[in-house]
């Protein structure tokens, strides 16, 4: 059962956020969160369009944090499959291909919350 529907979609982009935010918070603190999210508006991402426009997401990011911007990647890509469940297969997805393929997935595990899996997968 692997297709796409929007309740799938909000419950991962939901969490993707709050993921996201802690984050950004962990790493630079709230108020340096609440700038990055006002540039990247700026920019033409609203905070809700992360999780659709997850490439441009890192993209920018990238532009305004440099090379920090892997360290808050790779705790993002942590979380995520903490979260879900998931074992990283072999090699090194980087962030945005990790959303991306969770992102895709939907087995039903979050249909009523967007809790950790029972399920073991690879991304």
Do not use: H
Request: charged residues 30%; contains cysteine.
């Amino acid at each position: 059962m692997m297709y796409q529907n929007s309740d799938w979609q909000e419950k991962f982009g939901t969490c993707l956020l709050e993921i996201v935010d802690e984050a950004l918070a962990k790493f630079f603190g709230k108020d340096a969160a609440e700038m990055i999210y006002i540039y990247l508006e700026e920019n033409g991402l609203k905070k809700e369009d992360i999780p659709s426009k997850i490439k441009v997401f890192s993209k920018v990011l990238t532009e305004i944090l440099g090379d920090e911007a892997t360290l808050v990647g790779s705790y993002i890509k942590k979380k995520l499959y903490s979260k879900f469940n998931i074992e990283p297969k072999k090699g090194s997805p980087n962030f945005v291909e990790v959303v991306i393929a969770i992102k895709s997935l939907d087995t039903g595990f979050l249909r009523s919350t967007y809790g950790a899996s029972t399920v073991k997968s690879r991304v």
